[in-house]
């Protein structure tokens, strides 16, 4: 589809060198193998990075993550930094699922004591854990309460009795952005988001049960306490209809306001403001609510989740031992302090479709982990496998400590619909041992594993780029769909 060219300039990575001509600030870094390069040419995921180069005040390159594919304005996998001070901010720059993100629980059951109960933990969880595009929390929110949800993120859920502290010292923020704030939410966004709160949702999001089938780094795992064939609990959702109503609201906004500020850009996706202008600060506050929404939003989930272990199980939590591993953002933007040039700068940091892949010795990373790294998740898509890395100190030097956040899709949800049946699908992870329950034939058809790229493939490449390293393998053996 695109004429560009990228240039290998080593091993899993390519550029387009910066060209002014076509309004190029910065040049465009894609982190790839062949097959995977091949993939983003054939849409318009390179095209779009290199029109992402073009946004004033961007700093350091375009980087286009192996997982990337086409999105909108930004592709998916895709990180740019902007000057804190200089900079723009831009809404489809993080996109429409704010933190969209994901956890993961350990448990202590070993495959053979969930697999002779998978259909009952199955049902109770499908029961337990509202799903589906529409679908309800379990819990109203007064107008005030949600304003509490806003600000206090993970705890709100926390202080009500939904998990503990322990769980807060394991999310990126610990679970509660600073400096959100709910004035700057629109009446659309909350009347989508309060009766949602609690749910997973639909599309790409699920609740999977998986094993661990590989450890790849001993002292990671069992720092992490990840051990080979035990049980785990991994839990892919955002913001739900909030966070899009919160990303459609700012997108007018910043159409509307480039004019004023003079901005010039070549797809009216790309739509930004300047970072410390009005506008740019309104959006800010009002996507850290949206962050604090999807952290909340998750710990019910979480909560819920071992709520049905101990049913199914007879046994309690801390008998099973499940505690949070970690839970990563993968929709995101937020100020970082990196070197640019050999010198120590402020940036906005854009995360479309990316994680945050911190190494040792950053204090944002949880002081459980400070010491080791952060640990970073690759969800899969049902049928395949996910992968717990560890964040490195390349990913400073390569991506503003950010790597993949996923497998990547390669076929729209349309032709996925018309390329597969719900029984074709159905048959294939039945083959495989893997019990799936949805709410809708589509639900499983449009998330076809046969819809995404390798996920192997797209962690080998962080993982020989030192961006991001391999510490264990999970595969799914039960699946919870909207």
């Known amino acids: 589809m695109t004429s560009i060219a990228p240039k290998k300039i080593d091993e899993n990575q390519y550029q387009i ?243 004023k500020y003079g901005i010039n850009l070549p797809d009216r996706e790309l739509a930004c403001v300047p970072n410390t202008s009005e506008e740019g600060e309104s959006y800010r506050k009002a996507m850290f609510a949206a962050l604090n929404f999807a952290w909340s939003n998750r710990q019910m989930i979480t909560h819920w989740t071992r709520r049905s272990f101990e049913r199914v199980f007879s046994q309690t939590e801390s008998d099973l031992d499940m505690k949070l591993v970690y839970d990563v953002a993968h929709n995101i933007a937020k100020v970082e302090k ?33 010491d080791l790294g952060q640990p970073v998740l690759i969800p899969g898509s049902m049928g395949t496998a996910s992968w717990i890395l560890l964040g490195q100190h390349n990913s400073m030097n390569l991506s503003f400590g950010s790597t993949a956040h996923g497998a990547g899709r390669t076929m729209s949800r349309s032709k996925a619909r018309r390329n597969y049946t719900e029984n074709d699908v159905k048959k294939s992870l039945n083959d495989k041992g893997i019990l799936i329950k949805a709410l809708t034939r589509d639900g499983v058809v449009e998330e076809t594993p046969q819809a995404y790229k390798d996920v192997d493939a797209v962690v080998n490449v962080s993982h020989n780029l030192g961006i991001a390293t391999k510490v264990a393998k999970l595969v799914p053996i039960g699946v919870i769909k909207g």
């Open 17 to 259: 060198d910066a060209d002014s001509n076509l309004g190029m600030r910065v040049p465009v870094r894609i982190y790839a193998d062949d097959q995977l390069l091949q993939k983003m040419l054939s849409d318009r995921t390179i095209l779009q990075a290199r029109n992402v180069s073009s946004i004033p005040g961007i700093l350091g390159q375009s980087v286009v993550l192996p997982d990337g594919h086409e999105g909108y304005g930004f592709p998916v996998g895709g990180v740019a930094a902007m000057d804190a001070k200089e900079g723009m901010i831009s809404p489809g720059g993080v996109g429409y699922d704010i933190n969209c993100g994901v956890r993961l629980l350990r448990s202590n059951l070993d495959e053979q004591a969930v697999r002779s109960k998978l259909k009952d933990l199955v049902t109770d969880l499908f029961r337990s854990v509202p799903s589906g595009v529409g679908s309800k929390g379990a819990v109203k929110l007064k107008h005030s309460e949600l304003d509490e949800v806003l600000v206090k993120g993970v705890n709100w859920a926390i202080d009500r009795g939904y998990g503990t502290s322990d769980d807060s010292d394991v999310c990126e923020e610990n679970g509660q952005i600073q400096n959100a704030d709910p004035n700057k939410v629109s009446d659309k966004a909350r009347k989508r988001g309060a009766p949602q709160l609690g749910s997973l949702g639909s599309g790409n999001h699920f609740l999977e049960v998986q094993k661990v089938a590989e450890i790849h780094d001993e002292e990671a795992a069992n720092r992490m306490g990840i051990k080979k064939g035990t049980i785990t609990i991994l839990i892919h959702c955002g913001s739900r209809g909030f966070g899009h109503q919160v990303c459609s609201d700012y997108l007018r906004v910043s159409e509307q306001s480039m004019e």
């Open 338 to 370: 990196h070197k640019v040039d050999g010198k120590d700068r402020d940036v906005i940091v854009h995360r479309k479709g990316a994680t945050r892949a911190f190494p040792s010795n950053r204090d944002e990373v949880s002081s459980k982990y400070r």
